[in-house]
C-alpha cells in the first residue's frame, strides 16, 4: 500500500501541443508530449537546444498555455503560475535590488505571512545552500554559483510540491557545477521532492535522475524514456561507475542523431 | 622586461594623483585659459578677467541694478516648476506607452518629431497663447523635460528583464505586486538617468523659455545684455548657468548611489 503511494502520479502531462505564431509563420514547439510524473520523482529531460523542453517547462510553470492538452498537478489541470511548481531558471532570476535574504523571503512575503516568520523561513534556506554570511549581501557581490544557490533556497522557501529547473547549472564552470550537483542530489536524497529537471548535460543528467527523457526536435516530442538504476545515494564518484558508463553511451548518441537533425 | 614593468608601475603608483587634485588642475588650467583669452585683443572684449567678472559686476548687478537674486530665483522657479510638471507627466505617459500599443504608435512619433525641433522656434507660439511672463517660460520648459525624460523612462521599462517578472510570478506575486515590487524598482535606475537628463534640459532650454516676455531670469538677463555689449556681467551669468548645472548634476549623483547602489557596474576609475 506505502509503495503504491509512492508511485501515484504527482504530475500529468496528457498529449500537450504548443504553436507559436510568429512572423514567419506557424512553429509547432512540442507536439503530443505525454508523460506522467511520479511523486517524488526526480526526472532529467535532455534534447538538443529547440527541441521544446523550455517549452515544456514553462507550460508545467503555468507560464504558458498549452495549444491544445492540458498538464495536471495532482489530478488538477494547471492553469496559470501557482507556488504549488517552484522555477529555478538558468539565468538565477534574483531581484537585482533586494539582498540575499529578501530575495529568498520574497516567496512567502507574496503569502502575506508575518515578516517575523518570512526572516525564519529564509535563514532556515540559506542555511540550507550555506549562505548564511552572505543574507545581507546584494546579487551583484555573488558569484554565478552562489547567487543560483540563492534562487534555490528561494525556490524552496515557498515549499512547492515540485521544483521545475531549467538548466540551472548551465550557466556555471565545471567545478562549481558539479559541486551543485552533489548538493541537489543531498537535498533531494532527504526531502525526495518531485523534481522536473531540464539539462542538456547527460552526464548530469544521469547522475541527478531516476529517469532520462530525451527530447527529439521540431516538433518536440518525446523520443525516448531510460530509467536509471543506479542506486541512491549519488555523488561524483558515481560518474565512474560502469552502468554509468553504458547509460551515457546510450543516451548521448541518441541525443547527438537529435542534434544532428536539428542541424539539418 | 618584466622587472622593469613592475618597477615603472611602482614608480607610476607613487604620482598617483587623486580625482580631487585633477579637478583642482582642471579648474586652474581653465582660469589660466581664461586669463589668457582676456589677454588678446579681440578675445578680451568677449571674456574680461575675473576682476571685471566678479569684482566688477557682482556689485553690478546685484546691488547697483539689484537684478541678480531676482533673476537667479525667477529662473529656478521657471526650471523647478516646468521640470516637476515633465516630470509627473512623464513618468505615466512612460508607463502607459509601454504597457499599450496604440498608446505608443501614437505618442512615440509626436515625441520625435518635436524633440528635434529647437525650443527657440516654437517659444513665441507658447507666449501667443498664454502671454508674457513666467507661464511661457514653465510651459517651454514642461515640454523639453517631458520629452527626454519621457523617451528614457519608456525606453527603460521595456528593457525590464522578463524573467525577473517570470519569477515573480511562480512565487505568488500578483499583478499589484509585480508593479510595486519589481517593475518600479527595476525602472529605477532609468528614472534616474530621465531625471539628469531632464535638468540639463530644463537648463539648456531656459534660455530660450526666457526670450520672449519674460520680466526676470538668467536667460532673459544675458538676452538684454547682450544687446547693450556688457561681456562682464554676461559672462558672470553663463557661469552661474554652469554652475547651477554642475550642482543639480552632483545631487542627482548623490541620489543615484543611495537608490541605485545595487546595480552592476563597470568599476571606471
Redesign the interface.
Known amino acids: 500500500m506505502a509503495g503504491e503511494e509512492r508511485r501515484s502520479v504527482k504530475l500529468r502531462i496528457d498529449n500537450v501541443k504548443k504553436e507559436y505564431v510568429g512572423e514567419h509563420g506557424t512553429t509547432i514547439a512540442l507536439n503530443g508530449v505525454t508523460l506522467d510524473i511520479m511523486e517524488n520523482e526526480f526526472i532529467c529531460v535532455v534534447g538538443p537546444s529547440g527541441c521544446g523542453k523550455s517549452t515544456l517547462l514553462n507550460v508545467l510553470a503555468g507560464l504558458h498555455e498549452a495549444t491544445s492538452g492540458t498538464c495536471y498537478l495532482d489530478g488538477e489541470p494547471i492553469h496559470g503560475t501557482d507556488v504549488k511548481r517552484g522555477v529555478v531558471f538558468q539565468q538565477y532570476a534574483l531581484f537585482p535590488w533586494q539582498t540575499v535574504i529578501q530575495n529568498v523571503m520574497f516567496g512567502p512575503m507574496m503569502k502575506r505571512l508575518p515578516k517575523e516568520e518570512c526572516l525564519a523561513i529564509a535563514r532556515k534556506y540559506i542555511k540550507m545552500v550555506g549562505l548564511e554570511d552572505f543574507e545581507n549581501s546584494f546579487p551583484k557581490e555573488l558569484s554565478g554559483g552562489m547567487k543560483q544557490r540563492v534562487a534555490i533556497a528561494r525556490a524552496y522557501a515557498n515549499n512547492p510540491e515540485v521544483l521545475l529547473m531549467d538548466e540551472p547549472f548551465g550557466a556555471l564552470d565545471a567545478q562549481t557545477r558539479a559541486q551543485l550537483q552533489s548538493e541537489l542530489l543531498k537535498t533531494w536524497e532527504e526531502e525526495k521532492k518531485t523534481c522536473f529537471f531540464i539539462t542538456h548535460d547527460v552526464d548530469e543528467a544521469i547522475l541527478l535522475a531516476q529517469r532520462v527523457v530525451i527530447m527529439s526536435a521540431r516538433p518536440g516530442r518525446i523520443k525516448r524514456i531510460v530509467p536509471i538504476d543506479i542506486p541512491y545515494p549519488r555523488d561524483q564518484g558515481t560518474k565512474s561507475e560502469p552502468e554509468f558508463m553504458r547509460l551515457k553511451a546510450e543516451i548521448w548518441n541518441e541525443v547527438y542523431q537529435e542534434y544532428l537533425e536539428v542541424r539539418k | 622586461m618584466k622587472e622593469s614593468d613592475e618597477k615603472l608601475k611602482g614608480t607610476k603608483k607613487k604620482i598617483t594623483i587623486s580625482n580631487k587634485v585633477w579637478l583642482l588642475i582642471s579648474f586652474l588650467a581653465a582660469i589660466l585659459v581664461w586669463f589668457l583669452l582676456s589677454l588678446g585683443e579681440s578675445t578680451g572684449r568677449s571674456f574680461p578677467f575675473i576682476q571685471h567678472t566678479f569684482f566688477e559686476a557682482i556689485p553690478l548687478m546685484a546691488v547697483e541694478r539689484n537684478a541678480l537674486w531676482g533673476d537667479f530665483a525667477s529662473s529656478m522657479i521657471c526650471v523647478a516648476a516646468g521640470f516637476a510638471l515633465g516630470f509627473i507627466t512623464a513618468v505615466p505617459v512612460a508607463f502607459l506607452m509601454a504597457w499599450y500599443v496604440p498608446v505608443r504608435k501614437i505618442i512615440e512619433p509626436w515625441i520625435n518629431f518635436i524633440r528635434n525641433i529647437p525650443a527657440l522656434a516654437y517659444a513665441p507660439l507658447i507666449v501667443i497663447m498664454v502671454g508674457v511672463g513666467k507661464k511661457p517660460a514653465i510651459i517651454l520648459i514642461w515640454i523639453c523635460t517631458f520629452m527626454t525624460m519621457c523617451i528614457t523612462i519608456y525606453g527603460g521599462i521595456r528593457n525590464i528583464?522578463n524573467?525577473?517578472v517570470?519569477?515573480?510570478?511562480?512565487?505568488?506575486?500578483?499583478d499589484m505586486?509585480i508593479f510595486f515590487?519589481?517593475t518600479l524598482?527595476?525602472t529605477?535606475p532609468f528614472i534616474i538617468t530621465a531625471v539628469r537628463l531632464g535638468l540639463g534640459a530644463g537648463l539648456t532650454t531656459l534660455l530660450a523659455a526666457e526670450s520672449t516676455g519674460a520680466q526676470a531670469g538668467l536667460g532673459m538677463r544675458i538676452r538684454s545684455l547682450s544687446g547693450s555689449f556688457e561681456s562682464a556681467p554676461m559672462l558672470l551669468y553663463i557661469i552661474i548657468l554652469g554652475i547651477i548645472g554642475l550642482v543639480l548634476n552632483k545631487i542627482v549623483d548623490i541620489v543615484e548611489r543611495r537608490l541605485?547602489?545595487?546595480?552592476?557596474k563597470r568599476e571606471d576609475q
Open positions: 528583464d524573467t525577473l517570470k519569477a515573480a510570478r511562480v512565487l505568488g506575486a500578483n505586486d515590487r519589481i524598482p527595476a529605477v541605485t547602489s545595487w546595480q552592476e
